[in-house]
């Protein structure tokens, strides 16, 4: 059972993408558990260039480390915490002069057997940095068919955070 239309969450980073591109501001991605989809949807709509500065895809703790998440962070709260969404969001921000970050780490689907002790089913974390704040958000999914379908949803609950904040 889906909880979200394709379509609506097309058509609202559409939206996003053009009130960014309206206002001047520009976002960047550090993505873990969507896997770059949030950087997808948003360079669906023509013009996008102008908006998203940059985004990366870290789905290891390496990654996220090599990309400027303290390690510490991720040794003292897990990947999957507040903590960690928040400085995947300040990281990708500063790395390229966004004036918003987006950054996104959870379980979907099954246990991540990197971390299993830190892994929830359903269970994501998302943050959004401008230079003045970082506001935290977190959600419980219910179980979906496929992987795709939880990133739908999870990107579903960041453009509500995300068109609120714009």
Known sequence: MSFFNEEEVRESYRKITLELIEKGRTVSTMESCTSGLIASLITDTEGASVVLKGAF???????????????ETIE???VYSKETAASMAEACRK?????YGIGVTGTMGNIDPANAEASVLGRVYFAIATEEKTKNFYRELSPMPTRYEYKLEVAKEIAKEIIAMI
């Open 76 to 78: 003292k709260y897990s």
């Open 95 to 99: 790395t390229y002069g966004a004036d």
């Open 57 to 71: 895809v870290t789905y290891s703790n390496v990654a996220k480390i090599m990309q400027g998440v303290p390690k």
